[in-house]
């Protein structure tokens, strides 16, 4: 195999992703754990948009978002999904793609409550995706519903977390004279141990 030092090492890639976004964490003005979701529509279109990658776990990435929005519709009907992170102040990458699942509601409700009344509102509120006539009609919702659902609204059910079971991680790092290092991590299923590769740039 491949020798993997420095940054790459490690026989775990959810560690090794925690240890990058652990560093970006540091050095990033924002949003470390923005990354680009890519999608495809039912015609085999793709779409792409930044969601907060909120967790990585042992076997997998988790983000939230309406499950009803354009991105939600695409996922469900796909079942599969990949994402993209780059970090400027590292120049580095991680590349994710695999099947993706709705996580539980317990999951997506402890999330849900841990977030400011003012986010839950809004999640109550966005018909994420679809056209809205005016900003006014959006604040009138939220005002609305401010009153109507009180101090602690629930968790609404067209609002939750995804998880993304990789089957293949890539790990991209700046190199001089764009001789970058690239190591990609592949397996058959979520219980198989991965394929590490080396690639050419
Ligand atoms: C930095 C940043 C973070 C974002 N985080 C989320 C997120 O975690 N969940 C989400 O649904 N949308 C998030 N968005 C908004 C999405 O990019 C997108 O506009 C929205 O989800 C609708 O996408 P869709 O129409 O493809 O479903 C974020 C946007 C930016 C720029």
Redesign the pocket.
């Known amino acids: 195999m491949t020798e993997r030092t420095g940054i790459f090492a490690g026989d775990d890639p959810f560690a090794l992703s925690r240890r990058w976004l652990e560093e970006a964490e540091k050095s990033e003005p924002n949003?470390p754990d923005?990354a680009a979701l890519a999608t495809v529509d039912r015609n085999g279109m793709p779409?792409v948009?930044?969601?907060?990658m909120r967790g990585v776990e042992d076997n997998g990435f988790v983000?939230?978002?309406?499950y009803t929005?354009?991105?939600?519709q695409e996922l469900e009907q796909a079942g599969s999904a990949a994402f993209v992170i780059h970090w400027k102040s590292l120049r580095r990458q991680i590349r994710v793609r695999g099947p993706v699942a709705r996580i539980d509601p317990s999951q997506s409700d402890a999330y849900f409550n841990a977030r400011p009344v003012q986010s839950r509102v809004g999640a109550w509120a966005s018909r994420?995706?679809t056209p809205l006539q005016s900003r006014e009609t959006l604040i009138a919702e939220v005002e609305r519903l401010t009153e109507t659902l009180g101090d602690a609204p629930p968790r609404p059910e067209h609002w939750g977390g995804y998880r993304i079971t990789p089957l293949e991680i890539e790990f991209w790092a700046d190199g001089e004279f764009r001789l970058h290092d690239r190591f990609r991590w592949t397996r058959a299923d979520r219980m198989s141990g991965w394929t590490i590769d080396r690639l050419f740039p």
Do not use: E, I, M, P
């Open positions: 949003d923005a779409n948009r930044v969601v907060l983000f939230y978002t309406n929005s354009a991105k939600g994420q995706s």
